[in-house]
């Protein structure tokens, strides 16, 4: 598990292959990865955006960004937690992610970033 607190804001990663709807033969490895987002301030947040970095180990690089998380701007009270799971596709058995979240503070309006931890994503025969 990877885990970082940036702004007040704790952000723990969980990564899972999913061999079911993977396609080594034709390098399609694909990965579930669970995030709690856990609000540390005295004040409400809502998370606005979500920018990612993703790297699989054939050198390819992509840029995700979008509103939001699984479809919701989720909004997270002091003291309490967002969890969702998402997914990411790879053309090799390992990779890469980071990022940040753009995220508004309730009470003042004012928005901040807030980073994601980076994380890999290995298949687990590749752990041997």
């Known amino acids: 598990m990877a885990s970082i607190i940036s702004e007040g804001i704790e952000i723990n990663v969980e990564t899972y292959y999913q061999a079911d709807y993977?396609?080594?033969?034709?390098?399609?490895?694909?990965?579930?990865?669970?995030?709690?987002?856990?609000?540390?301030?005295?004040?409400?947040?809502k998370l606005l955006q979500r920018h990612w970095f993703i790297f699989d180990s054939n050198s390819e690089h992509r840029e995700v960004e979008g509103e939001g998380v699984v479809g919701v701007q989720p909004v997270i009270l002091p003291q309490k937690q967002f969890q969702y799971v998402s997914g990411c596709n790879l053309k090799s058995e390992i990779g890469r992610m980071y990022g940040y979240y753009i995220m508004e503070n309730e009470n003042s309006?004012?928005?901040?970033?807030?980073?994601?931890?980076?994380?890999?994503?290995?298949?687990?025969?590749k752990n041997n």
């Open 109 to 125: 309006k004012t928005t901040f970033k807030v980073k994601i931890p980076a994380f890999e994503m290995v298949v687990p025969f």
């Open 22 to 45: 993977s396609n080594p033969i034709n390098n399609e490895f694909m990965f579930a990865y669970r995030i709690t987002i856990e609000n540390h301030n005295s004040f409400t947040v």
